[in-house]
């Protein structure tokens, strides 16, 4: 690291403010926030230009895609609890989960509807799921957007154990 560009981190970490590098993001096993949120974005407007069918075949077929960055993946239900797309696990598309619970006995999917509903999107959590990459069960959170017609659209971080 050069000598600037220490005394700047030094001063940004002696001011209180948060460093955060592109190495560091590359490193972190975890998605982070702002990714979720973009991902969700990018993943709507794709629903919106190439279609639901496509845009659903997208993020559920394409596990190395623009949709799937080490823990973070899109996942897509319909108002009705009906799995659209899935992108850690694509035994999920087709299913009901409306009543899915997350390991605490929280509804997971009936919350992320409800959101949605009332606001068009947010964050729905924290709940506790399986992480795909560790295998793991952890903390998460989603931001779910509103999707075509009646569906949501979303991606969660997890936050570890």
């Known amino acids: 690291m050069s000598k600037t560009l220490k005394t700047c981190v030094a001063a940004a970490l002696f001011a209180g403010v948060h460093v955060f590098t592109a190495a560091a993001a590359a490193a972190s096993p975890h998605g982070n926030d702002a990714e979720a949120q973009e991902m969700v974005k990018k993943a709507v407007?794709?629903?919106?230009?190439?279609?639901?069918?496509?845009?659903?075949?997208?993020?559920?077929?394409?596990?190395?895609?623009?949709?799937?960055?080490?823990?973070?993946?899109?996942?897509v239900y319909d108002f009705d609890g009906?799995?659209?797309?899935?992108?850690?696990?694509?035994?999920m598309v087709g299913k009901n989960l409306i009543g899915l619970r997350d390991?605490?006995?929280?509804?997971?999917?009936?919350?992320?509807?409800a959101l949605v509903k009332t606001k068009g999107s947010g964050w729905s959590g924290?709940?506790?799921?399986?992480?795909?990459?560790?295998?793991?069960?952890?903390?998460?959170?989603?931001?779910?957007?509103?999707?075509?017609?009646?569906?949501?659209?979303?991606?969660?971080?997890?936050?570890?154990?």
Not at 82 to 91: E, F, I, S, V
Not at 107 to 112: D, N, V
């Open 103 to 113: 390991f605490d006995g929280n509804e997971m999917i009936k919350g992320q509807v």
């Open 126 to 161: 924290p709940y506790k799921f399986n992480n795909p990459v560790t295998n793991i069960v952890e903390v998460k959170k989603a931001y779910c957007q509103r999707g075509a017609g009646e569906t949501i659209v979303c991606s969660g971080v997890y936050s570890g154990q």
């Open 45 to 75: 407007a794709l629903v919106n230009s190439a279609g639901p069918e496509s845009a659903y075949k997208t993020f559920t077929d394409h596990p190395g895609g623009a949709f799937k960055d080490r823990d973070l993946y899109v996942f």
């Open 82 to 91: 009906n799995c659209l797309a899935q992108g850690a696990n694509p035994k």
